[in-house]
């Protein structure tokens, strides 16, 4: 079978019909409108590889559902070695688009979902996952972009979901019916749901008894009735709205996934489409599961974005003539080091990666928390030395209507120029790429995207096995075995 390319993606998003508004404004399609097209552009270049002989082993995998090609990121991990394909995919399209390519949130919900339905039907006695199988060989064989959607809005952050004055602040179950259920709330923060095909709905946290009606999993498409999306603003959206010029700083690709509030206003789901109905004693572990997923990813789309950091202000140093500056070397040596850290702890929670019951994958989840938590410092630290290096005129610099202004566009060049026989276009260009690159939402992304620290700490702590290593201590240091400590 065929799989969807690139530009067969975007022609099949316009054939849906999303309610989407920005800036008060309904957009009609996503593929053209300049706030979303960017977005759309990256997320197609997953559907580009798998068509590509250099990428194909990475960008594609084999359906242990009906052992037909797929695109990897609609695949179940089967073995340590999908988990570590899955990492090299990630860094190569970070590289390529620079950003986020945003069709990893509903991957990792796949993956997280199949893993616990699995342990939830043996408990159970249910049969939820051959449901869910069925819609994911629809997803498979029709290469459709899936958005995992599990951030509620959470209103009060001291009380649960069912203790809320607004019962909506966490998307809940309003009616069963025979066929089917109805559901209402929203989700916050999805990427790439604007140009997705279905939307993967998932529990936000671990649930009470008392919150039967929110521990749902159901899929839902994109232009279901009563689903409305409000896309959010990024840091110099607006210089989108001209055209696409220099300023833009990476033309062809957003700065960012592209995020939207996905409103859920009494939402009907048949019921072949709900793989969770009120087992609270599961939704915890979903989220756990699907949290490690994707923070053990940031790993390795992050290391891509770093990497094109590195490249960018090295090019810029070449053209301002401090290329050979031993400082200079030594942070991009630094930059480089960093990147290669990072990039390591992705690896290392992949490689050990061990099967669920399910006999799906799962990475490390201590190592994938460390990992997450490494990119909240060290794409920082890169991005730090990127400016450093850099200089001040990334902050400085004239548009790029002044670049070609006939009054002042020689003043530009004359005085923006650098090393002789380097365009200062060149320039221009690569320092606006530095500007968007470490800026204003990207940086938000990395900082709070598959969790915010905090939560990357808890699992530290929590899984750190402190007693463990107390016993080590003691018993190296003569230690006594007590009845209490
Ligand atoms: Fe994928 Fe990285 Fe974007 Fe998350 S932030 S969706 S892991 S590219
Ligand atoms: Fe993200």
Redesign the pocket.
């Known amino acids: 079978m065929k799989l969807k390319t690139g530009s067969e993606y975007i022609e099949s998003l316009k054939k849906l019909k999303p309610v989407i508004y920005y800036m008060g404004k309904k957009i009609e399609d996503v593929t053209t409108h300049p706030a979303t097209a960017p977005h759309v552009r990256a997320a197609a270049m997953t559907y580009a590889l798998a068509g590509q002989d250099e990428y194909k082993a990475m960008a594609t995998a084999t359906s242990h559902l009906t052992g037909r090609t797929i695109s990897r990121f609609t695949h179940v991990h089967q073995s340590v070695e999908d988990l570590i394909k899955k990492v090299k995919l ?1 860094r190569v ?2 590289q390529k688009t620079g ?7 509903g ?2 919900g796949i993956n997280a979902t199949y893993s616990v339905l699995f342990e939830m039907d043996q408990k159970h006695g249910t049969a939820f996952l051959e449901r869910f199988k069925k819609w994911l060989i629809r997803i498979q064989d029709e290469n459709l972009m899936v958005v995992g959607a599990m951030t509620d809005p959470k209103g009060d952050r001291s009380k649960g979901p069912a203790e809320q004055a607004d019962p909506d602040q966490y998307l809940h179950i309003v009616e069963r019916r025979e066929n089917g259920i109805v559901i209402r709330g929203a989700k916050l923060h999805m ?2 749901a604007v140009n997705s095909h279905e939307i993967l709905v998932m529990p936000t946290s671990a649930m009470n008894e008392a919150s039967k009606d929110y521990a749902v999993i159901c899929s839902v498409p994109i232009d279901a009735p009563g689903i409305t999306m409000i896309f959010g603003r990024q840091a110099n959206d607006s210089r989108r709205d001209f055209k696409e010029t220099i300023d833009v700083g990476k033309p062809s690709f957003g700065a960012v ?1 592209g995020e939207a509030v996905i409103v859920f206003e009494d939402v009907f789901v048949p019921t072949e489409n709900v793989y969770m109905d009120g087992q609270t004693d599961f939704a915890g572990l979903v989220v756990q599961r699907f949290a490690a997923h ?1 923070r053990s ?2 790993g ?3 290391t891509g974005l770093m990497d094109v950091l590195t490249g960018a202000v090295t090019y810029l140093t070449q053209t301002q003539g401090t290329a050979k500056g031993s400082h200079v070397r030594d942070k991009v040596t630094e930059m480089i080091h960093l990147s290669e850290t990072l990039y390591s702890s992705s690896i290392a929670c992949s490689a050990e990666g061990v099967p669920t019951p399910s006999g799906a994958y799962m990475v490390d989840t201590m190592l994938a928390n460390v990992c997450k938590h490494n990119v909240t410092r060290f794409h920082f630290e890169v991005a730090r030395l990127a400016i450093d290096l850099a200089g001040g005129f990334i902050a400085t610099l004239p548009s790029e209507y002044d670049l070609q202004s006939e009054e002042v566009g020689h003043l530009v060049k004359k005085y923006f120029s650098g090393v002789e026989g380097i365009p200062v276009e060149d320039r221009i260009k690569i320092g606006r790429l530095i500007e968007a690159m470490t800026g204003g939402t990207a940086m938000v ?2 900082m709070h ?2 969790g915010s620290p905090q939560a990357q700490r808890i699992m530290i702590f929590r899984e750190g096995d402190l007693d463990k290593k107390i016993k080590m201590a003691k018993a190296l240091a003569g230690i006594p075995k007590r009845e209490t400590v």
């Open positions: 990630l399209l970070g950003t986020c390519f945003q069709r990893c949130v991957f990792d990427t790439g996934g994707h990813n940031y390795a789309c992050k992304e990395s995207g598959a």
